[in-house]
């Protein structure tokens, strides 16, 4: 059967801090038509720029995500980017009074919950996907992502290996659905390594962090709250897949 493309079924609007910048940020999410695609207007720019969701978009990707179009920007686009993608929903525009995405706490789920309360509606005609016909690898520095044909559908092995301290070598496997994306993938929170603390506080960055959304991980593999310190509450009985990397 072939899947179908989707929108959401009416307007709805949350807001937050930015986890880098702390500035406050309202998202509005409009439906949007079959084939139109996801894009972010500034409308706290003149004309209300509109940034394509788009692989030609990416500006940078260093600690976090930016798109740009002309001199347009956005970041901090993953976790709402992820739930957007996990609930099949391809075409929607989504208003935003800042250029970073709030971290509502910290993980997709913030975002799946807002989506859902909205309703998602089939736009009848086919997705646009791309079928894997031949192994495909990209590396850069330690990390690669290798994708190899496969029919049973998207089916996503991770390995986490620092080489060392902080965390031992774990690997998680999952077969890609709406369910199992919003039951194992979409409550893993943001993490970051106690290395990079100082690197953020001279960049003048991580001013929304907070202990609600963010789990700091140190080198001698404990987990702590990243604001007062204290032992982190993680969210899956194997605690290592309960976070998520920005770093």
Known sequence: ?????????????C???????????TLRFRP??????ISFIRVDLPNRPSIPAHVNSLSSNYRRIFLKHQDAEVECIEHLMAALAGLGIDNVEI??????????DGSAQFFVDILK??????????????????????KSENASILAVPCEKGLVLSYTLDFKGPFLPQQTYDITFTEESFCREIAPARTFGLSTYIEEFRQLGLGKGVTDENSVIVHEDGTMT?????????LRFPNDWYGIKSWI
């Open 15 to 25: 807001f937050g801090i930015g986890m880098f910048r702390g500035e406050n940020t």
């Open 32 to 37: 949007a038509p079959l084939n139109s695609g």
């Open 95 to 104: 208003e935003i009074t800042g250029r970073e995405v709030p971290a509502g």
């Open 117 to 138: 309360k909205a309703g998602i509606v089939d736009l009848g005609g086919a997705k646009k996907i791309f079928v894997v016909t031949k192994s495909l690898a990209v």
């Open 225 to 233: 709250k990243p604001i007062s310190m204290k032992p982190a509450e």
């Open 1 to 13: 059967m072939v899947s179908t493309q989707k929108t959401i079924g009416q307007e709805i609007e």
